[in-house]
Structures are given as structure tokens and as C-alpha cells.
């Protein structure tokens, strides 16, 4: 039953346009074919005819599985660069086997249930783990690691998390590499949460 649609969150800037905008179409692309969804080859005329404006985007892209396309926009501001998110664990899991979790699509249930765990002045993201205790990602973002010599360490697909837009292009361009991470291998470390509509935002577990 395709009863989700497939999700893209992209950035718009005056200046730049869509952000990380080809990486965006790529995921989408290949979840289309992995889940047998239509339309994908449309997507990105759909983001460029899409009204624009003089100030920053945040723009949601939904495919369906009939090719249907819907796009629709808001008023973004940037965080600022002195923020850092305070993080908490969510007891919520997440079952590593199953594999729609490495693809955004509207079914987000378990990321909402984690995300009700704390109020907003308790913890601006919240990370859940897997079956195994492992670390897998927050309830909207990739989680990143500095392993004290210059990269980034970020859990496995197979962990069951998202394969992130931010994610890949870190790894890409060797910023960032593949390790199962477990709650205590994020205790001392300086950490970072991220997302495409975002960026990298230092974080801090408490």
C-alpha cells in the first residue's frame, strides 16, 4: 500500500537558488524507483516554476505514487551562528529492518512520537536509537560526531535512519564517514545535527 507521499525539503535563496537542489532530485529519483513511484522526472521543473520571492525559502516538494506533485513554500530565516541545539535520547525506537526509514516520505509517526517525549525548552532535537541501542539519527536532522581529528563520524544506513541530503554530500566530499555509533560513544565529543533546509548546527547532549 503506497498510502505515503515521497518528500523533498529544499532551501531557496535569492542569491543561490535551491540548495544542494541536484542531490535533492537524485534521492528523490532513486527512492521513485526503489518504492515504484511515478513522476519523479517531473520534479524538477515543478521546483523551478514554483513561485519565487526576495527572501529565503523553505520549500516542500511531495510526490505521490500516481506521479501526482504537490510544491509548496514558506518564509525561512536562517539560524544564526551562534546556536547550539540541546539534544536529549527519545525512548521511542526505531526497527532497524525496516527499510522505509532510508527514505523521506510523509510516514512519520515514530519521529513525531519521539519528538512529543520532550517540550521545546527541554530539547530542540531529539535522537532515537534502534532495536540494538545503536544511534541512528534525530527526529528531523542527520547527527555528525567529530572524532577529534578533523572529520565527521555519522551512522550507517543499515542502522535504519535517512539517508540525508546533508549526509551525502559530507560523505562525498570526505567531510564526514560511515561508523555505528552507540549513546556512549557521544559523551566528551563535540556533536553536530544537520539537514539540507538547515545546515550543520552544533549540538549538545544532555
Not at 55 to 63: C, I, Q, T, Y
Not at 116 to 123: I, L, N, P, T, V
Not at 137 to 160: A, K
Request: glycine letters at 8%; a positive charge.
Amino acid at each position: 500500500m503506497k498510502d505515503f507521499s515521497l518528500i523533498e525539503t529544499l532551501r531557496w535563496q535569492p542569491d543561490a537558488g535551491f540548495i544542494r537542489f541536484d542531490l535533492h532530485l537524485a534521492r528523490l529519483a532513486a527512492s521513485a524507483r526503489t518504492l515504484g513511484f511515478e513522476g519523479a522526472d517531473k520534479a524538477g521543473a515543478a521546483l523551478e516554476s514554483h513561485q519565487k520571492t526576495d527572501h529565503a525559502l523553505r520549500v516542500r516538494l511531495a510526490l505521490f505514487a500516481d506521479g501526482r506533485i504537490e510544491v509548496t513554500s514558506a518564509h525561512f530565516t536562517p539560524l544564526g551562528d551562534v546556536v547550539t541545539w540541546k539534544l536529549k535520547i527519545a525512548a521511542t525506537r526505531l526497527d532497524s529492518a525496516n527499510r522505509l526509514l532510508a527514505h523521506k516520505t510523509s510516514k512519520r509517526e515514530c519521529y513525531d512520537k519521539a519528538r512529543a517525549e520532550f517540550s521545546r525548552e527541554q530539547a530542540d532535537e531529539v535522537l532515537l536509537l534502534n532495536e540494538h541501542g545503536a544511534v541512528c539519527e534525530g527526529s528531523i536532522t542527520s547527527l555528525f560526531v567529530d572524532d577529534g581529528g578533523g572529520q565527521l563520524l555519522t551512522p550507517p544506513i543499515s542502522q535504519g535512519l535517512l539517508a540525508g541530503v546533508l549526509r551525502t554530500q559530507l560523505i562525498c566530499t570526505k567531510k564526514a564517514r560511515v561508523r555505528p555509533l552507540f549513546p556512549k560513544d557521544l559523551r566528551g565529543r563535540k556533536l553536530f545535527v544537520g539537514n539540507s533546509l538547515r545546515g550543520l548546527i552544533p549540538a549538545s547532549l544532555d
